[in-house]
């Protein structure tokens, strides 16, 4: 899963102890090597990094997931499927927010992630607070929600990466057999958000 995915899964502030330290951990965590960098932040953020590992091994893991990879290598997408599939899903997850998350718009929750990590960048390794800043002023949270910031998405992501100029065609690819990815997803997340919870998680 992607950014969008992480943040939602992190919990809320009314009901999960500790809730900033494990939104920054769970944000960290993705330029967080091994468990030295682990151990270089307090318990209370370890458990934000460690909630992220637990997602990011539940997703590779799981079988609907494989099978939204493997439609994605079929299309030409190769050993970049998964990534496709982590923004895409982010794409699903935003554009159908008020539908998991009725609680509060996402416009509101994007604001509220922002100023969070806005707040405590320091903490985080640098290169996520230069991205953080362009996340920020270009709203990517609430921009996942339009296949346009799909495609704008991976297309950044194609231009970042080496040798990963096929991701500029992943939202297309997504996008053509939207509603077998739709049904994926909506398969999918019920368990990764039961599976966060029952391993204590949030």
Request: hydrophobic content about 40%; cysteine-free; charged content about 20%.
């Amino acid at each position: 899963m992607n950014f969008l995915a992480h943040l939602l899964l992190s919990g809320s502030p009314a009901t999960t102890p500790d809730y900033e330290d494990i939104v920054v951990g769970n944000f960290a965590a993705e330029a967080v090597r091994g468990r030295a960098g682990l151990l270089a932040y307090p318990e209370t953020v370890q458990r934000g990094i460690r909630l992220h590992r637990f997602i990011d091994s539940f997703t590779d893991q799981h079988p609907v997931v494989r099978r939204t990879t493997a439609r994605l290598r079929a299309a030409g997408l190769g050993k970049w499927a998964g990534v496709v599939s982590d923004v895409s899903f982010d794409h699903l997850l935003a554009r159908d927010f008020a539908r998991y998350q009725p609680a509060e718009p996402l416009p509101q929750f994007a604001q509220r992630q922002y100023q969070l990590l806005h707040q405590r960048r320091h903490e985080l390794p640098e290169r996520l607070q230069e991205m953080l800043h362009y996340m920020r002023q270009h709203d990517w949270l609430t921009g996942y929600a339009h296949p346009e910031g799909l495609h704008r998405a991976l297309l950044g992501l194609s231009r970042r990466v080496p040798a990963a100029e096929v991701l500029a065609t992943g939202a297309a690819a997504f996008l053509a057999e939207l509603p077998a990815y739709e049904a994926d997803f909506q398969e999918f997340w019920p368990e990764l958000r039961a599976g966060v919870e029952e391993n204590g998680h949030i």
